[in-house]
């Protein structure tokens, strides 16, 4: 089992920023694949970004290219999301996520581990 906790979630305006954490325990491998993932209200989960098990390769959603940074800390068994500009179409529960594979996905059901989430609310 891979136990996977966010934190950095809150409130912000908009344009500011935020950076959100994911502490990863348990059985993981720094060889998972790990992903980003949010839910607004009403609305299906939806990826977000997404980090190679070295870290050489990153994938984005299109709504946060340019904005959101994705990085990891295998040491420290971390993962990071590092969000700019943010707007308040932002505004989701956010979701770190384990794949324990070297492939790419950006479906939720591709993912076995997930945490329990963290809020990000973005005023305009």
């Known amino acids: 089992q891979v136990q996977l906790v966010e934190s950095g979630g809150g409130l912000v305006q908009a344009g500011g920023s935020l950076r959100l954490s994911c502490a990863a325990s348990?059985?993981?491998?720094?060889?998972?694949?790990m992903g980003w993932f949010r839910q607004a209200p009403g609305k299906e989960r939806e990826f977000v970004a997404a980090?190679?098990?070295?870290?050489?390769?990153?994938y984005y959603a299109d709504s946060v290219k340019g904005r959101f940074t994705i990085s990891r800390d295998n040491a420290k068994s971390t993962v990071n999301l590092q969000m700019n500009s943010l707007k308040p179409e932002d505004t989701a529960v956010y979701y770190c996520?384990?794949?324990?594979?070297?492939?790419?996905?950006?479906?939720?059901?591709?993912?076995?581990?997930w945490g329990q989430g963290t809020q990000v609310t973005v005023s305009s």
């Open positions: 996520a384990a794949r324990p594979s070297y492939s790419l996905a950006v479906r939720p059901y591709e993912y076995d581990y």
């Open positions: 348990g059985r993981t491998s720094p060889s998972y694949y």
């Open positions: 980090i190679s098990g070295s870290g050489a390769n990153t």
